[in-house]
């Protein structure tokens, strides 16, 4: 098992797409890339902590790849605008990609490297963030598999 960590926006909409993804076995919603200890969504909403709204992906590699996963956090967002998905705006939703090893940083310098050649943004740039991964804390209960128990729900995407 291999973990992965990604922020695109609305931490609802990317966990629904990581979670049906063949290979990958669990997914958590939470904050990381903060200072502020055990935030909690009220903090982090508040844009005080300097956390993102983040996805934790466990999955298998010899199911799906890393750079398969990178291929879907390209297509799930925006990764050309700062600190906004949608209707969402603020530090806590910009794109980044929290990588866990050297390994994970460089596969996604070069699949963004491989984005920008291919044009799939046109002549936007990709604003994502690569940062190392820290302490990822788990949100409230109420937010994981929050379409799953919210049937209807949105989050602006």
Known sequence: M????????????????????????STAVGYTGGSARDPTYRQVCSGKTGHAETVEVTFDPSVVTYEELLDLFWNIHDPTTLNRQGPDHGTQYRSAIFYVNEKQRDAALGSRRKMEALGAFGRRRIVTQMVRASTFYRAEEYHQRYFEKNEGATCGM
Do not use: M, Q
């Open 2 to 25: 291999v973990k992965a960590y990604f922020a695109a926006g609305c931490f609802w909409h990317v966990e629904e797409a990581f979670r049906n993804v063949r290979g990958v076995l």
